[in-house]
């Protein structure tokens, strides 16, 4: 071959890996992951089989997986998962046997495992602290035995102070947690050996934390090297990248040629939106007129474990229900990126980890009678309204935006092709409105008030006239803010 056409062709070739890397592999039929915060795997495996297998989710997020420092002396808070001691598999959710469980149990029932991967750096500076699998290490020193890690793979201590100089971001230490050096041959090593082994575990992708202070080439060439996950094809690569602005040294364009990036400027989108600061007959274009890494691109959410703790006012949370389902209803319902959606334990402490018993362990969430968590877990993702719109989404999948309407305000509707149409009141008056639709003539079930059983609906009907027409009815007072039909909900 010809060294134009050799060229040519494995820069073809380096294409078409970057963007096998941005596929989730979802089973035909499911869309949406669900961030499974903290949850032990046992439950995880339990809630693919008995939910979110039956319900149509497409994947989970599971939290870090690897061992990381035990926080005895914080009564265990949530970010003590976000400082490594080593790659070995064990964590509080789990052993690498009950985490391969999982896998397999998940994987038989269609949703796929993505796992929360850390390796910008190892823990800060601790005194007298294991790991949660009896590693041990010189964290003042930087020495990491069980790795092994020694002062020599890690950028020189420095601390990020200037977010307009890229090499300070990149090469400087997160917050006191100490950063390694991704250009060394040996670390890189580490860290593809570390996402093999999760390869051949079975999990079909990784969100990258902290992607954003690592250097670009460094990632590609770690991504290049992980093994096809099983079934063929590349691992799915999504990467923490904080970039609300574009105004800063490090931006998300430069890590979509290899994999997706996190798109938080979304969910601070949909949130200033739904809290009435900026109406959402505006959402009419949304996507990446707003600034948005493309569709292929993004992984979208409404809020993630961090956003919702020190995301600003902007961002909603669990803790303003009305409207969250509203702005979950409203991501699942477009056709914008891959969506993840955020499933959370209660707290009113930043720090507090999740639920345990005395000596910490992890307690599961409890399943109620109407299908809610209890043990201190708010698992939005068994709400009606969120469950029922992932479920539109799948009904709806290839279909885009069409019959667009609003109220020029805060009321807006739109079909999905001819298989859904959706319906929002965000506004301080009642929306009492006909409205075109694609839908065939017929009685439909609003999957955001009940389900269909059979030929019977749990909650409201909305009739679609012979003219795909439809009379839309939401108060204010009413307790969901939006109404969804599709064609697998005509009665």
């Given at each position: ?11 073809s070739l380096l294409l078409s890996c970057a963007h096998a890397q941005k ?90 495992i993505y796992v929360d991967v850390v390796f910008n750096h190892m823990t800060g500076n601790w005194d007298g602290l294991s790991g949660v699998g009896g ?357």
């Amino acid at each position: 071959m010809r060294p134009v056409a050799a060229a040519a062709a494995l820069l073809s070739l380096l294409l078409s890996c970057a963007h096998a890397q941005k596929d989730p592999h979802w089973d035909s039929g499911r869309s949406a992951i669900v961030h499974l915060f903290e949850w032990k795997f046992s439950d995880i495996a339990l809630e693919c089989e008995r939910f979110l297998g039956p319900k149509g989710f497409a994947g989970v997020q599971t939290s870090p997986v690897n061992e990381y420092l035990a926080v005895t002396s914080r009564n265990r808070p949530w970010w003590e998962r976000y400082q490594p001691m080593s790659y070995k598999i064990v964590s509080r959710s789990g052993d690498e046997a009950a985490f391969k469980d999982m896998v397999s149990r998940c994987r038989a029932v269609g949703v796929k495992i993505y796992v929360d991967v850390v390796f910008n750096h190892m823990t800060g500076n601790w005194d007298g602290l294991s790991g949660v699998g009896g590693s041990s290490c010189d964290c003042n020193n930087k020495n990491y035995p069980t790795v092994p890690y020694s002062s020599e793979n890690f950028h020189s201590t420095c601390s990020i102070t200037n977010y307009n100089d890229a090499s300070n971001v990149r090469n400087c230490e997160l917050t006191g947690l100490h950063d390694l050096d991704q250009s060394q041959d040996y670390v890189r090593g580490k860290i593809i050996d570390f996402l093999n082994n999760l390869v051949a575990d079975g999990v079909t992708g990784f969100r990258v934390d902290a992607a954003k202070h690592m250097w670009p080439s460094d990632l590609q060439y770690i991504y290049g090297k992980v093994n096809d996950i099983s079934g063929g094809g590349r691992p799915f690569v999504y990467q923490e990248v904080i970039d609300y602005t574009g105004t800063e040294a490090v931006k998300k364009s430069e890590y979509t040629g290899f994999g997706r990036v996190c798109e938080f400027r979304y969910g601070k989108e949909v949130g200033n939106a739904f809290q009435g600061n900026n109406p959402i007959k505006y959402f009419k274009n949304f996507g990446t007129a707003w600034g948005f890494a493309a569709s292929d691109d993004s992984l979208v959410f409404v809020d993630n474990h961090d956003t919702q703790r020190t995301g600003g006012s902007e961002i909603i949370t669990y803790k303003s229900p009305r409207l969250y389902k509203m702005a979950v209803g409203f991501m699942l319902s477009w056709p914008f990126g891959a969506p993840r959606i955020m499933s959370s334990y209660s707290f009113t402490d930043n720090d507090v980890g999740p639920p345990q018993d005395g000596n910490g362990n992890i307690v599961g969430a409890s399943i109620n009678a109407d299908g809610t968590c209890g043990n201190g877990w708010v698992c939005e993702h068994r709400w009606r309204q969120i469950y029922n719109m992932v479920d539109f989404r799948n009904q709806v999948a290839d279909t885009q935006v069409e019959n667009w309407w609003d109220n020029d305000n805060k009321q807006i509707a739109f079909s999905r092709g001819s298989k859904g149409f959706v319906a929002f009141n965000d506004d301080t008056s009642d929306m009492k409105q006909t409205i075109q639709t694609s839908l065939p003539a017929g009685t439909y079930c609003d999957v955001v008030s009940g389900s269909k059983s059979g030929s019977s609906c749990t909650g409201k009907t909305v009739t679609v006239d012979s003219s795909s027409k439809a009379y839309v009815e939401i108060l204010t007072s009413a307790d969901d803010g939006f109404i969804a039909i599709h064609a697998g909900s005509k009665l």
